[in-house]
């Protein structure tokens, strides 16, 4: 069999090369996944440059449209856009399953490059094994990775960061601010004045400690 391959060594090796090329792009975005997924634990003090600007974009959004309608699509909008190296991160799995049908294609040539100068069997046979040994080591690499699965934990983790932990404190900010905005009553204004403003007052004392319940 390795005499077979090292008689056609050229085909054999770009066969290789693209199997070897979807193994390492599989491989890197599930080294990207796992990251941002471990980096997600701790969104308060996540040091990860592409979490953070998400977290940043995220403020500012809320901050413009004074909230997000739509804090799910924001995420996945977000995750679409993260990239490695400039490429978007889930361009990476597609790549590595046409990097794989690529080495598939090759073994495919080569078996009918074979056969059309009048080969047996047995020399075609090993690159049907070696085809069916690449199919099974990919997928079985791929289910190990659970990629699919990481990008929807990780969506899931900061949608729920957003919308339990990172809207309530903005709001408790907005409402902090308007309480600090309003200027104090004038010793000499009157009394109806005077209880007017209290009761302006009390009114945003309740809204903070609502706030404030809803954050414990």
């Known amino acids: 069999m390795l005499e077979i391959f090292l008689k056609h060594n050229y085909s054999f090796i770009l066969i290789a090369v693209f199997f070897i090329l979807s193994l390492l792009t599989l491989l890197v975005q599930w080294a990207h996944c796992r990251g941002l997924l471990k980096a997600a634990e701790n969104m308060s003090t996540v040091s990860h440059k592409s979490l953070k600007a998400i977290h940043a974009k995220f403020v500012q959004c809320y901050h413009m449209n004074e909230g997000v309608a739509n804090i799910p ?5 977000c995750l679409e856009k993260d990239k490695i190296l400039g490429i978007s991160h889930r361009s990476f799995g597609k790549w590595s399953v046409q990097f794989l049908f690529l080495s598939v294609l090759c073994v495919g040539a080569e078996v009918f490059r074979i056969l059309a100068v009048a080969g047996t069997f047995a020399q075609v046979l090993p690159y049907y094994g070696m085809c069916a040994l690449e199919l ?11 990629v699919e699965g990481k990008q929807s934990a990780l969506q899931l983790r900061l949608v729920e960061y957003f919308e339990n932990h990172l809207v ?23 009394k109806k004045k005077g209880s007017q403003r209290a009761w302006l007052t009390q009114q945003e004392e309740d809204e903070l400690e609502a706030l404030l319940r809803e954050m414990v």
């Open 73 to 77: 699509v924001f995420v996945e909008n």
């Open 168 to 190: 309530p404190r903005l709001k408790l900010n907005e409402a902090m601010s308007r309480v600090e905005d309003v200027p104090q009553p004038k010793r000499h204004e009157g």
């Open 136 to 146: 099974y080591l990919f997928f079985l690499l791929k289910n190990l990775c659970d």
